[in-house]
């Protein structure tokens, strides 16, 4: 750090864009896929130029991203539709660090529908082994990310919970 113009000369390691930077200030849902998986639709609080997203028992289901180093994550704009796909660095907090103790509360008070306090559901995630993960920017969107040549819709994928569909109740015979 220079004294006469008190200017710190440390370079940020963080690389984004003007449009990643918008995005992430606005986002509360991002798609996030780890090791070119499928994406995840996750609810998530943006801090500090980065998202923070809970995953685990009891919570949103995020496969691979407790454990992962990077991640791809894809915001919506305004409109609803895709507007930026960014490669992220993911770090995991931990229950005691100086970091949990600032972001999980936090992250607690914005969670919907939660049963009971915000502290109790922050201990809940520290004892229950649910992952806080931060998600930092980490380089620009790949090039034509921004503007996508197809609709990149996609089939459902399968579930355990498809009802098979029943036939409609007739209160009357029908003839022909």
């Known amino acids: 750090m220079r004294e006469d113009a008190r200017v710190s000369e440390e370079v940020d390691e963080r690389v984004t864009t003007p449009l990643v930077d918008e995005a992430v200030k606005k986002a509360a ?28 028992p009891g919570e949103q289901s995020a496969p691979g991203l407790a454990d992962a180093d990077a991640a791809e994550v894809t915001l919506r704009g305004d409109h609803g539709g895709r507007i930026v796909t960014w490669p992220a660095r993911v770090t995991r907090l931990r229950p005691g660090t100086e970091e949990w103790d600032a972001a999980a509360p936090l ?36 090039a034509g990310a921004d503007l996508p040549a197809g609709s990149l819709a996609e089939r459902p994928r399968e579930a355990p919970v498809v009802r098979t569909t029943r036939k409609p109740f007739r209160l009357h015979k029908v003839r022909r």
């Open 29 to 56: 849902v991002a798609w996030v896929s780890v090791a070119g998986g499928a994406a995840y639709a996750l609810w998530c609080l943006p801090l500090d130029g980065a998202l923070l997203v809970v995953s685990g």
């Open 107 to 142: 992250v607690a008070a914005k969670r919907l529908n939660a049963p009971g306090p915000a502290a109790d559901l922050a201990q809940r995630w520290a004892d229950g082994g649910c992952a806080l993960n931060r998600l930092i920017p980490a380089g620009s969107p790949a």
